[in-house]
């Protein structure tokens, strides 16, 4: 029973041995990298942070074989640790350097830690991207003389790799470009400059310095299409026009509904006088009348005043100056 339990402890001793000191491992880190760079207590330290030994001193050999010695077990475990991605920077760093972009471990663990790709992020610079702007369809202005034109860009573009920390990404470079497009456009002359020469946009753009704050380097910006849109200006001046007539006409009607009440109220007033005129008139039978009573008007005196009516009458039918009553005149007194 003894024996049982010894051969068990030591087969249980065996297995934790092998576990948590990976021998191939560590005969793999000293053929390639010499003793002394990687130990068996760096390897069993690993396993005690539960950081695979097998990637961190895969990336160890990778670096070390392509010149970069400086970087370390121990920096790379605590960049696996903070949570990054210990392939992407062995990768990113690699490249850099045999693409001769200034990259160090610093930068790199930085921009894997900020939560971007260094690996594309180098991947560009070397190989530099085309970005469309827009995305779909083109952006639309209007020239100096009012006709509109449509552009649409290609812009090349490669990784700023000190910029990449905190710098603006793709969206931020097709909206500055469309900017720069719309100004361009709207700062021409006229439509047919623009179709003559496309890469006036491209110069214009390029030299507002759009990259500036951004995570990009713009190399080139390429003008893909450009056409000719609607008569922006001679719509507007439609629109200005009709918007003018619509207010004359309502002036117009302004003045004319001020006309007709004056008009109205013209005729109130000559009705108004009429109607003194009536009853003034109604009132000399009754002054007449009162003279008689009083004695101060007699029959010879109303007969003369009836006669000069009558004669007044007659002048007046005679010029056409007012028509009156076909009613026969009264007789002239002879005596």
Sequence with gaps: MLTYLMLVFVLLFILLFFYFVPLGLWIQAVVSLGMGRITIIDLIRMRLRKIPPRLIVDSIINLHKAGLEQVSAGMMETHQLAGGNVVNVAFSLIAANKAKIPLDFETSTAIDLAGRDVKTAVETSVYPKVIDAPHTGTLAAVAKDGIEVKARARVTVRTNIPGLVGGATDETIIARVGEG??????????????????????????????????????????????????????????????????????????????????????????????????ASEAEVPLAMAQAFREGKLGVFDYVNMRNIQADTEMRESISGGKDTESTAPPERNKD
């Excluded at 700062?187 to 030299?207: A, G, H, Q």
């Excluded at 995570?215 to 849109?229: H, N, R």
């Excluded at 006409?249 to 007709?260: F, G, K, L, S």
Aim: charged content about 30%; glycine content about 6%; hydrophobic content about 45%.
């Design 181 to 278: 497009i719309v100004s361009a456009i709207g700062s021409s002359d006229s439509y047919k400059d623009v179709l003559e020469n496309p890469d006036s946009i491209s110069r214009f753009v390029l030299e507002k310095g759009l990259d500036a704050g951004t995570a990009y380097e713009i190399l080139s910006i390429d003008i893909a299409d450009v056409d000719v849109g609607k008569n922006v200006g001679a719509q507007l001046q439609a629109d200005q026009a009709e918007a003018d007539l619509r207010v004359a006409q309502a002036r117009a009607e302004t003045r004319r509904a001020m006309a007709v009440a004056e008009e109205q109220e013209m005729k109130a007033r000559t009705q108004e006088m009429q109607a003194k005129v009536v």
